[in-house]
């Protein structure tokens, strides 16, 4: 780290109390105008909407400009919050009775330290997509598409209430469907990018019943406002843990947390730098966002953290599991994205804000790399199959060593990013008291380890398994990029480290009691045990695949059962077919029947009692005059039959 | 503004266009065209103006007029009572309602370049109908609301019977039956209402209704007022549609030409939620909310219904139906939460369901009038060949299922947000609706757009540019409202004043 | 005064009344209706006479108005009879069951 | 009574029955001495001119108060002024109709006859408008009734008019005969044929056998004028009538005759058994304690009326159950005796008067010239003749009671009637509304068949001049009445002084 | 009730009047019941001389027994009537019908039954035409007047109806 930025660290730090006083000028007007920074984006994607078709490629040098833009509006903000305080303006923006809902922007150590995460990411996918989707029709609909993401995502970590994060929550997911479904017409694509919005819509409506109830609860949807209300008291406890598991709900459908996690690895329908930016980086990511700005109200409910810790470590290693045996380069990073994700969720139920955090940080630059750097390879091969590959070390040489960066970095190799940010975890978690979780997460972090180098090693060690022509490099448009991931996913640990000093940890916790401490002290064990699972994982997967002493199926022969379980995904998606989707159909062709018999068959009974009763009618009138007479007298005669007996002489 | 009669020219001007086409020859296609669109204009720059003076300040009540009209039995011996005046009026409701007609009428108008015959005729009733949906907004007293109630439903019948598909013969008699019947029983409320107190003026009659001690002609009991409130719900019920009274609407949806539609489904249905907003919350309160549990339940039934049905249906005009009918469930449940959030949660619903379903079934005009289908299975990979349509046709998707940014999600998000606050777990039901929607709009616009192309896309060409027109402005007004929800929030404020008044919230 | 009660005359008017009514709902030939018609006319003569003498205020109006009952009763007659020739003349028939040329 | 006293009276208040009769015998006699040859339209015209000058000397004693000669036996309120006035009309427009009947191949002109028998129908509607005396009211209903049998007829070679007029005469003078056994009783209570010593009479009788009797009477009578209103239960006879018959006979039976027999029925039920007790124990009149069985033949009426007319092809017989269901809705009128009850009544014969006529003005001529009665001749009339296929349409919805008609104000006001009581006759109110949105259908059957059918034969349609008239007056009126309503009403309260002294 | 002269006139009559009526339901030929029904008539103007109706009485002989009866006879003879048979349909409506009839009766009966009505003296039998005389010429005159036009119309009525139209069915044929 450089020392400049260590100093701001330390000035913010010692003059908190008078950071407004003592901030320039200048500063604060850039985090006044921090709102700025989505609407570059979103004016990059109105401008290629409108003008793309006659930009074509060009397309790429605005969406770039306009990221570029927000990148270093981004980092300025950054700067200044290290030394001012919390900036937050809001307006009015919808009038309800006395109740006004407001939308404005936040500029907090996390939303800061995110605006940058995601400018950075975006812009560096913006600019390896200039080669990545070189030739392609819809080229200037892509960036549209991107800088609709963008803009939807920089809003999102802005956000300063619930209701406009769950505004731009939902943006993001219309940014993931369109760029999942970018390829339409492939039926793949289209079922993708159906999955991908509704799993996580039905997340979002948890998220959406949580919101309201805390809205109901705490009067309001600003985030300190409700922070405030729980810490008076205002909110019940099980109201505190019903909206915070509800609100987990929405972060577990957009975090690909198990049970919602299906439709992450199909997402990778969509086109490769997507998949870095939204489906590792930035949007899955949202998910841990939303719980850590939410912690406060999570850390009043024990019962709410638990479940938070339950369900991310039970699906970093379920994920994890699953990711052993893929064969699609992009669904092995897909699952290893969903187990870390869990691992995020893990370390936030934990308690661990700074290790979930931090671990979102680390994550998003490594995945991002290891997902651009398999775009590389499937750029250069035109196969995502992992069996087709073999040999590409020798052929790609700066996507390879930028791979392994990756691969180590997630590993938890030591002094790779990862592996700060996986330790603290494991502390927090060990802090925490969850030892079964603990343990749980050791495992993963053996299986991401394993998969990993399983995953490089089947890529680019040994000879190719097949016919591969024309294998060459990309160009350097598209390794620039990963070069400063690689350098990201290497140096990003070391912000947080507990041997150089906590900086980050410190700082996105200050003034903020809430939040737990900067960095949590855990036995030196932990770190020896993590680094000898990862070690023990990459030396297993080395035997396999990179020296082959193991047979490949030394274990899937033994046990073909668990093998096609895992490679078939658990069965999860068989298993949603048979039972929501049959129910829902079932529910509708029940649905169907009543419309037909019974709302339809009322309407036609009525008219046909009608019309039978007119037919009856008419049926009476024979043209016969006598009969005429006899209806007629035979009416006065049941009248004055009637009257005899109720009104008249008999009464 | 001060402007006499500025209301009864708003509301008559389409008449004008009535008068000129009378003279047109009836084989000027383009003329006739021409003169159908321009007689939209005037009202929909009135009702601008309007708007925009209602923005700045002015106050709305300058525009009332009242001309004495009827006096029934003799006005010596009975006074004021039994007359009916010609009162027009307005508020902030009702001002919305009607801008929003204007507009979707002008829109609809261009919609109409589609149609394929008697052009002369075809204008005339829209023209008519325009007048009909204007008046219904702007009526002050309640037989004139039910006069202009009626004359929609005239032209509409006539509208579908002749220029509509294949069945349009039965979709006609169908509308005209059960909105004949919720005719039928609204003027029985009104007769009733009417007889009783000797006025029709809403606000003449809110005040007798509610007052301690009423000055009537004739005594009106509780059970005679729960009674009313109930027909009342039928009535509107049956125009909403509420289940199980939709059959019609489905019919209507499908067989009805597209510009039609979006006029029936953007304004026409709508009537029935003004209806009940404006007489059964503002005459009836204190029924209205003892029903209003049970409204709630109703509209969670609708929107599942709505949705579920949606889900199976393999027609996309079948699949827009069934979402009306799930859409109106949002407003049902905003009324039914009877708070400022719910109300106008439904208001904004109202407004913004109106303009989607007019965006989607001008799509629908757009792709049936090259393809001379709708069904789903038949127009896959709509994206390859025409793919702004495709666009906006998923846009419009997106607004349906309440994507935030645009008109639908505010509205969908206050009424659920109204209902949670008094009935939790019934809306904790309905939010399966929410879900349910995204599944089968997806299904069914994915279905359409994306996808392998099922056909031969040559010498097809995407959206004209008279068709971008409409496109671009509802898109805008839904994206305006999505982003900017003051627009229509502001106006309302002194109406939801006036019913949380009466409704004692 | 009279030794024959008024119950007498009204009920002898209603059973004429009813056997013209039966006769004019139930005989097939034209003519025969119509002369039952008239057997219903007459018991409402009947009834008038009867009630010009021992009705509450006898007066002679009853029967002035059976005069012009019985002058009415004898134009619709002939009316009828016009019109039954007319008919005749195209069917070919006096029963009147076989007049159902319009019906339902 | 001598001659001195006879000149007494103002004679002149007789003035449009005498112009009618006058003009009824000049048409008689010039029937007879015209040439065989020569068309019998003129007498028409003349008959038209007559009417007019009657409607004109009509209109000038509108302002005369309520006078009566010879004990009653005429009258003139403004109960028989009101009526008498929608009676001229009525007939007026129908004379137009049958003027502008266009002899076809197969189809006779009307006859001199027709034309003087139409006066005389007139007379004998117009006696029973005003006159106080049951005797007097009896020979009117004759007169009109006899006159309308022949008319019938009058087409003699066509069997159904032969029949129409046997079903009508049987019919009829069973009804005669049953109203006559009905009034034979109120004789006997009261002793006298003047409405209003009847009715002082009875206001005093207490003993329950002769209120039982007088109840029967009403019944009788009421079943015996349901004839002429073609109500329930006595209106089988109208379809098969309404068919036969030759169109202008059928409109002024439909017309003419139902203003008539609602004159009559409210005359005569409003006259005598306002004030009769009903020896119930609240001490009601007897009208109001019948009130429900009224009702119930209006209910019964509306109903039949309805749901008959949707299975009808043939256009004359589906207006008869129109006209039927329309009889309904007036019944209603008399069922619910609101304070609005002979404004109500008035007024929507009025608006019934003008819509019908029109119709039936275009039905004539649409059905003429084919021969067929079937709807399906108004197939593509909106391409033959567009103006004539709108006023049908307006004239439908008038019918059907849509807003911007005169027919919805007159339901409207109906309505108000029935539900202005403190007990409201919800019921009845509900039927009548139900049965109307069943109307809806095969109003609105006529109009697809105008407006989406493709036309049979594309030839268009001449309107001859006197039909233009009629369909041009109806359709102004109905619009007028249905758009500022409060022209007539201003009339009826300007004039008419809230007919109170019906009772007088 | 004392069996006086009168009563036994009024029995005979009553007697001879309903059963002409029934002879009429029940004969089979159509003169038969004509001639049944003329029995009827006149029994019913001796009714009429046992009520004070002189004038009447002779003006229904006059009328029906001779006018109506001959009017009746020509129409059966202008028409061919060959079958004398009911017809076979219909027993439901004569059944409904003949309870209907019976209810009516019933209810009217037992309203007449007992009817107390206070008599009163009168003097209709004195010059009883006279009286007719007077009051149809002074108070019913309008009515009076009336009905001559209505037998006017129903005179030329059934001779347009009735009367063939010789020159156009030649012209026709």
New interface residues.
């Given amino acids: 780290m450089a020392p400049a930025l260590k100093d701001l660290f330390i000035r913010s730090q010692s003059g908190t109390p008078c950071s407004r006083v003592c901030s320039k000028k200048g500063i604060v007007i850039m985090m006044e105008n921090a709102w700025i920074i989505p609407l570059f984006p979103l004016l990059s994607f109105l401008f290629l909407i409108l003008f793309g078709k006659r930009l074509k490629e060009a397309s790429a040098y605005i969406g770039i400009l306009f990221t570029l833009a927000s990148l270093v509006y981004s980092l300025l903000v950054l700067f200044d919050r290290f030394s001012a305080p919390t900036y937050k303006a809001e307006g009015v923006w919808l009038t309800i009775g006395d109740v006004q809902l407001t939308a404005g922007f936040e500029v907090n150590q996390l939303n800061a330290l995110m605006l940058v995460i995601v400018s950075l990411v975006s812009f560096l996918v913006h600019t390896y997509s200039k080669g990545y989707m070189q030739g392609e029709d819809r080229f200037p609909v892509f960036y549209a598409y991107l800088g609709l993401f963008t803009f939807a995502m920089l809003g999102l970590v802005i956000s300063p209430n619930l209701l406009q994060t769950y505004f731009f929550w939902e943006l993001v997911g219309l940014g993931s469907f369109l760029l999942i479904g970018f390829y339409f017409y492939k039926e793949e694509a289209k079922a993708a990018a159906k999955k991908a919005f509704i799993m996580t819509r039905i997340g979002d409506v948890g998220l959406l019943i949580g919101m309201i109830l805390l809205f109901w609860q705490a009067g309001s949807f600003e985030y300190d406002e409700i922070f405030a209300a729980v810490e008076a008291g205002a909110i019940s406890g099980t109201m505190i843990t019903l909206t915070a598991i509800l609100i987990f709900v929405g972060a577990v459908g957009k975090s690909g947390q198990f049970p919602l996690h299906t439709w992450l690895p199909d997402a990778m329908e969509g086109p490769t730098p997507v998949s870095a930016l939204i489906h590792a980086a930035t949007m899955v990511a949202a998910g841990v966002y939303l719980v850590a700005a939410l912690f406060p109200l999570f850390a009043a409910s024990e019962t709410a953290l638990m479940t938070v810790a339950v369900i991310g470590a039970f699906t970093a290693i379920f994920a994890a599991s699953i990711g052993l045996v893929q064969k699609d380069i992009k669904r092995v990073l897909a699952y290893s994205t969903v187990s870390q994700l869990g691992y995020m969720m893990l370390a936030l139920g934990s308690a661990g804000y700074v290790a979930g955090v931090f671990h979102l940080m680390t994550h998003a630059f490594f995945k991002a790399l290891l997902f651009l750097a398999a775009g590389s390879v499937i750029h250069a091969v035109h196969t995502q199959n992992i069996e087709h590959m073999g040999g590409l070390w020798k052929k790609l040489r700066v996507t390879g060593p930028l791979f392994l960066i990756g691969t180590l970095a997630i590993s938890g190799v030591p002094l790779f990013s990862g592996f700060f940010s996986k330790d603290e975890i494991l502390i927090a978690a060990w802090a925490h008291g969850n030892t079964v979780l603990f343990w749980l997460a050791v495992i993963a972090a053996f299986f991401t380890a394993f998969y990993m180098f399983r995953l490089f090693f089947l890529v680019f060690a040994g000879e190719a398994r097949t016919d591969m022509k024309n294998v060459h490099e990309s160009p350097s448009v598209m390794t620039l990029p990963m070069v400063v991931l690689g350098v990201l996913a290497v140096v990003a640990g070391y912000v947080n480290t507990p041997w150089f000093g906590t900086f980050l940890g410190d700082w996105l916790v200050e003034d903020n009691h809430a939040l737990g401490h900067g960095h949590i002290e855990g036995p030196a064990w932990i770190m020896i045990v993590a680094t000898a699972v990862s070690l023990l994982g990459i030396f297993l997967a080395w035997l396999m695949y990179g020296k082959r002493s193991l047979s490949r199926d030394w274990l899937t022969s033994r046990m073909p059962l668990s093998y096609s379980v895992l490679y078939n995904k658990y069965y999860i998606d068989e298993f949603y077919s048979m039972t929501v989707v049959t129910g829902a159909k079932f529910i509708s062709s029940f649905l169907r029947f009543l419309e037909v018999f019974l709302v339809e068959g009322l309407v036609k009974s009525v008219t046909g009692i009608i019309s039978a009763l007119g037919r009856l009618g008419s049926k009476f009138h024979n043209g016969q005059i006598q009969t005429y007479g006899t209806v007629a007298f035979v009416g006065l005669a049941i009248l004055v039959v009637i009257y005899a007996f109720t009104g008249g002489y008999l009464k | 503004m001060n402007l006499a009669y500025f209301l009864s020219i708003l509301v008559f001007s389409p008449l004008l266009g009535v008068l000129v086409l009378s003279f047109l020859p009836r084989t000027q296609e383009s003329l006739i065209k021409t003169v159908g669109f321009l007689a939209t204009l005037p009202a929909l720059v009135l009702s601008l103006i309007a708007y925009f003076q209602d923005r700045a300040g002015a106050g709305l009540e300058q525009l009332n007029e009242k001309v004495s009209w009827i006096q029934f039995g003799d006005s010596g011996q009975l006074g004021n009572l039994f007359s009916i005046d010609y009162e027009l009026g307005l508020d902030g409701f009702s001002l919305i309602m009607i801008v929003l007609t204007a507009v979707l009428s002008t829109l609809a108008a261009i919609a109409s370049i589609h149609i394929k015959k008697e052009w002369k005729g075809y204008f005339m009733l829209f023209l008519l109908l325009e007048v009909g949906m204007l008046g219904v907004f702007a009526a002050e007293n309640l037989i004139l609301f039910f006069i202009f109630f009626e004359i929609t439903l005239i032209p509409t019948f006539f509208l579908i019977g002749k220029w509509g598909y294949y069945e349009k013969e039965n979709a006609a008699y169908s509308f005209l039956i059960y909105n004949g019947l919720g005719s039928a029983v609204l003027l029985i409320v009104i007769m009733v209402l009417f007889a009783r107190t000797g006025t029709a003026n809403i606000d003449a009659l809110m005040a007798a209704m509610n007052a301690d001690n009423p000055q009537l002609v004739a005594p009106i009991s509780e059970n005679m007022k729960m009674g009313m409130l109930i027909a009342l719900l039928i009535a509107f019920g049956v125009k909403l549609p509420i289940f199980p009274l939709h059959s019609w609407m489905v019919r209507v949806h499908v067989q009805a030409p597209p510009s039609i539609v979006m006029l029936h489904a953007g304004v026409l249905l709508k009537i029935g939620a003004f209806g009940l907003i404006r007489f059964g919350m503002g005459i009836f309160p204190e029924q209205f909310q003892s029903l209003a549990v049970w409204l709630a339940v109703l509209g969670v039934v609708n929107l599942l219904y709505g949705a579920f049905l949606a889900f199976v249906q393999t027609d996309f005009k079948m699949v827009l139906a069934y979402s009306s009918i799930s859409h109106m469930g949002i407003v049902l449940i905003g009324l039914g939460a009877l708070n400022e959030a719910g109300i106008q949660g439904a208001i904004f619903q109202v407004v913004s369901h109106g303009l989607i379903a007019a965006l989607l079934f001008f799509l629908v005009g757009v792709f049936y009038e090259r393809f001379q289908t709708s069904s789903i299975q038949n127009l896959g990979g709509l994206a390859k060949g025409m793919p702004i349509t495709a666009g906006f046709l998923l846009a419009g998707a997106m607004a349906s299922l309440g994507l935030p940014g645009m008109s639908g999600f505010v509205s969908e998000f206050m009424a659920f947000l109204g209902l949670f606050k008094e009935m939790p777990i019934l809306a904790a039901s309905g939010t399966i609706g929410i879900i349910m929607t995204a599944v089968y709009l997806l299904r069914a616009v994915l279905g359409i757009t994306y996808g392998k192309a099922h056909r031969d896309f040559a010498g097809i060409t995407d959206m004209k540019k008279f068709e971008f027109v409409p496109v671009l402005v509802l898109v805008g007004l839904i994206v305006l409202i999505g982003v900017y929800p003051s627009v229509l929030s502001e106006p309302l404020t002194s109406t939801l004043e006036t019913i949380m008044l009466g409704i004692g919230g | 005064?009279?030794?024959?009660?008024?119950?007498?005359?009204?009920?002898?008017?209603?059973?004429?009344?009813?056997?013209?009514?039966?006769?004019?709902?139930?005989?097939?030939?034209?003519?025969?209706?119509?002369?039952?018609?008239?057997?219903?006319?007459?018991?409402?003569?009947?009834?008038?006479?009867?009630?010009?003498?021992?009705?509450?205020?006898?007066?002679?109006?009853?029967?002035?108005?059976?005069?012009?009952?019985?002058?009415?009763?004898?134009?619709?007659?002939?009316?009828?009879?016009?019109?039954?020739?007319?008919?005749?003349?195209?069917?070919?028939s006096?029963?009147?069951?076989e007049?159902?040329?319009?019906?339902? | 009574m001598d001659l001195e006293t006879l000149l007494s009276y103002e004679w002149g208040i007789m003035t449009p029955e005498f112009i009618i009769l006058g003009v009824a015998t000049a048409l008689s006699l010039m029937d007879l001495f015209m040439p065989k040859s020569q068309s019998r339209k003129i007498l028409g015209w003349v008959g038209f001119a007559g009417i007019l000058a009657a409607l004109v000397s009509l209109l000038g004693l509108i302002g005369h108060g309520p006078e009566s000669i010879l004990f009653d036996t005429f009258r003139l309120d403004s109960f028989a002024k009101a009526f008498k006035l929608l009676l001229l009309i009525g007939s007026a427009m129908v004379l137009l109709i049958a003027i502008g009947y266009e002899p076809n191949e197969g189809l006779e002109e009307f006859r001199g006859e027709f034309f003087y028998l139409f006066m005389a129908a007139l007379l004998g509607a117009m006696i029973m408008s005003s006159s106080g005396d049951l005797i007097t009211l009896f020979v009117g209903l004759e007169l009109l009734s006899i006159s309308s049998y022949i008319l019938a007829g009058m087409r003699k070679r066509n069997l159904h008019s032969n029949e129409s007029a046997m079903k009508y005469v049987i019919n009829g003078s069973i009804a005669t005969a049953i109203t006559l056994f009905g009034m034979s009783y109120v004789y006997g209570l009261t002793g006298t044929t003047n409405l209003k010593e009847m009715s002082g009479f009875l206001t005093s009788i207490y003993n329950e056998q002769h209120i039982y009797l007088l109840g029967l009477a009403f019944f009788m009578i009421v079943v015996g004028l349901s004839f002429k209103l073609a109500a329930a239960p006595f209106h089988m006879w109208a379809p098969d009538v309404y068919q036969g018959a030759p169109t202008p006979v059928t409109a002024f039976l439909s017309v003419v005759s139902k203003t008539a027999g609602f004159i009559i029925v409210i005359r005569i039920l409003f006259s005598i058994f306002a004030n009769a007790p009903s020896g119930d124990v609240q001490g009601l009149p007897m009208i109001l304690a019948l009130q429900d069985y009224i009702a119930f033949l209006a209910g019964a009426t509306m109903i039949t009326g309805n749901l008959i007319a949707l299975r009808q092809r043939n256009i004359k017989r589906l207006f008869a159950y129109s006209s039927i269901a329309q009889a309904g809705y007036l019944l209603v009128v008399i069922a619910s005796m609101s304070l609005f009850m002979f404004d109500t009544l008035w007024f929507y014969l009025g608006a019934y008067l003008f819509m019908n006529l029109g119709a039936f003005a275009i039905i004539q001529h649409v059905t003429h010239k084919s021969g067929s009665e079937d709807i399906s001749q108004f197939a593509g009339l909106y391409r033959r003749a567009p103006f004539l296929a709108i006023a049908m349409a307006i004239f439908l919805l008038s019918l059907a009671g849509i807003p911007g008609t005169a027919g919805f104000i007159g339901k409207l006001n109906i309505f108000m009637g029935a539900l202005v009581p403190n007990e409201g006759h919800y019921v009845l109110v509900s039927i009548m509304i139900a049965t109307t949105v069943v109307s809806y259908f095969y109003y609105f059957g006529v109009m697809v068949q105008m407006f989406f059918r493709p036309a049979a034969d594309t030839g268009k349609v001449k309107i001859p001049a006197a039909l233009t008239a009629v369909i041009g007056t109806s359709l102004a009126a109905t619009i007028l009445f249905g758009i500022v309503p409060n022209i007539a009403f201003d009339f009826l309260q300007g004039n008419f002084n809230q007919f109170t002294d019906f009772f007088q | 009730m004392t069996f006086s002269g009168e009563f036994l006139a009024f029995m005979s009559l009553a007697l001879v009047a309903v059963i002409g009526g029934v002879l009429l339901l029940n004969l089979t030929k159509v003169v038969h019941m004509v001639v049944a029904l003329v029995f009827t008539f006149v029994s019913i103007a001796g009714i009429y001389v046992l009520l004070s109706a002189e004038f009447l009485a002779a003006v229904q002989i006059l009328i029906y027994s001779g006018a109506i009866t001959i009017i009746m006879l020509f129409g059966i003879m202008l028409t061919r009537h060959n079958d004398t048979s009911e017809p076979k349909t219909g027993r439901w409506r004569k059944l409904f019908l003949f309870v209907g009839v019976l209810g009516f009766a019933f209810a009217v009966y037992i309203g007449i039954y007992n009817l107390d009505l206070p008599s009163a003296p009168n003097d209709l039998h004195v010059n009883n035409t006279e009286q007719i005389g007077i009051e149809l010429y002074s108070k019913f005159i309008i009515p009076f007047e009336v009905t001559s036009v209505l037998l006017l119309v129903a005179l030329i009525g059934s001779v347009v109806l009735a009367k063939k139209d010789d020159e156009k069915e030649a012209e026709k044929e």
């Fill in positions: 005064m009279s030794t024959v009660p008024v119950q007498a005359y009204l009920a002898l008017a209603l059973i004429l009344f009813c056997i013209g009514l039966y006769g004019a709902l139930t005989k097939r030939n034209t003519v025969i209706v119509l002369i039952s018609i008239e057997l219903m006319l007459n018991a409402v003569n009947i009834n008038l006479v009867a009630f010009s003498k021992y009705g509450i205020t006898p007066s002679i109006t009853g029967q002035i108005f059976t005069l012009f009952v019985i002058a009415v009763a004898a134009a619709e007659v002939a009316v009828g009879i016009a019109i039954l020739i007319s008919l005749y003349r195209n069917k070919k006096v029963n009147i069951d007049m159902d040329a319009m019906k339902h």
